[in-house]
């Protein structure tokens, strides 16, 4: 591996100055835009259990299979004849029966991948399970159709690998000010100061010293087009809440963003699962509402579409430890004001035809809800993205 490698994949490139070799000065806010509409996207890391969130309540097997783990029917929300909420998903059956929710089964790939690392890339590169790209979708995105070095944003400190492109990348920051002191500081000055025509065409030195210039340009940016937005929203007060608060007041102060990339990690229930789960699906379902609400007090939700998917799901059989297993497929949300196929998009998980692993099998590959994201949404080109043609579904 060259230096320039190691510096793209270095932590210090990847959080703070791994940011897109776009421009050389601040003439963002004269490129050219694709369209308003942004896209939230939300990994809950570790693999959901999607049989516990959305349960088939009149499914035997389902039951049998989880004696101890399964939700009771008295337990749960139901919103269908066989299909229910968990009971800490009150705050998104309401945005379910506003219309504001579709949630597409059986979503997953071919030859699905148990490692949380392995399939995790695979969603965020939309690779194939033998094919490894170092790439990200939402990267590819920004290199073929925007110049923006703030386009997407991941609230985070480091850069994964969705956001980042061959050549020109995402940013990562969780907070616009603390960026932006960051890329004022002395050092940071001083290096800046010093550079040369010279150190910018040096193969290695050139890129750092102009990934460090983009840095600085959109640090000031975001800082400046944020700093006189702040939500009167009341989060709860967490670190997944903090998210997508600084989202909400990203979005709501019409920065040109047009990805947002929020992960929320403890999904990985091997043990104990049922007051870990809980726990965790009122963290997640609470957040969203709030959120969804402060962009629809400022007329901004109309705009946003929001996806979350999980890496993979949890076996249908309970484990020794009270837990579930590495999975496969699973249940992906979507949410928006405009959504074409409202509540639930397909039919639920069969139950009664498993692979030999004993894990659901996929219907929906995961690179056609992507396609349809791209093209529908997004309004661009989705083949020279995912390098592949898929299905495009019509959920909006």
Not at 173 to 200: G, M, V
Not at 287 to 293: D, G, K
């Amino acid at each position: 591996m060259d230096r320039r490698d190691f510096l793209k994949q270095s932590s210090l490139a990847s959080s703070l100055f791994f940011v897109p070799n776009f421009v050389k000065n601040i003439e963002y806010l004269s490129s050219q835009k694709i369209n308003n509409k942004k896209l939230v996207i939300i990994q809950l890391s570790g693999g959901n259990d999607g049989l516990n969130t959305i349960i088939p309540y009149t499914n035997d097997i389902y039951y049998r299979s989880r004696p101890k783990l399964s939700i009771k029917k008295n337990n749960l929300l139901k919103v269908t004849d066989y299909l229910g909420f968990h009971e800490s998903l009150q705050p998104l059956k309401n945005l379910y029966d506003q219309g504001y929710l579709s949630i597409i089964n059986n979503v997953g790939y071919p030859n699905p991948n148990r490692s949380h690392f392995r399939s995790t890339d695979i969603w965020q590169t939309a690779s194939g399970s033998k094919e490894h790209l170092t790439s990200g979708w939402v990267g590819r995105f920004l290199e073929q159709y925007n110049n923006n070095p703030y386009a997407a944003i991941e609230l985070d400190d480091s850069l994964s690998l969705i956001m980042k492109g061959e050549k020109k990348n995402g940013i990562a920051t969780k907070n616009a000010r603390i960026l932006y002191h960051n890329t004022n500081t002395p050092f940071f000055s001083k290096i800046l100061k010093n550079q040369t025509e010279e150190h910018l065409s040096e193969h290695n030195l050139g890129y750092l010293y102009k990934t460090m210039i983009d840095a600085k340009s959109s640090a000031k940016y975001i800082n400046e087009t944020t700093k006189t937005y702040k939500t009167s929203q009341e989060y709860p007060n967490n670190a997944f809440c903090n998210q997508l608060k600084t989202t909400a007041e990203f979005i709501n102060s019409n920065l040109d963003t047009k990805v947002y990339y929020i992960s929320m990690g403890g999904f990985d229930t091997h043990v104990n699962q049922n007051i870990r789960h809980k726990k965790l699906l009122e963290v997640y379902s609470s957040a969203i509402e709030v959120f969804i609400n402060d962009l629809k007090k400022n007329d901004t939700f109309k705009d946003t579409l929001i996806l979350t998917f999980s890496e993979f799901g949890r076996r249908v059989k309970q484990n020794a430890a009270g837990g579930t297993d590495h999975g496969a497929a699973n249940n992906v949300f979507i949410m928006g004001e405009n959504l074409n196929k409202k509540g639930f998009y397909n039919e639920a998980p069969n139950l009664s035809n498993l692979d030999k692993n004993g894990d659901l099998i996929y219907q929906i590959d995961f690179r056609e809800i992507y396609a349809t994201i791209l093209n529908n949404w997004l309004n661009v080109n989705e083949n020279t993205i995912l390098n592949n043609s898929f299905n495009k579904l019509n959920f909006i």
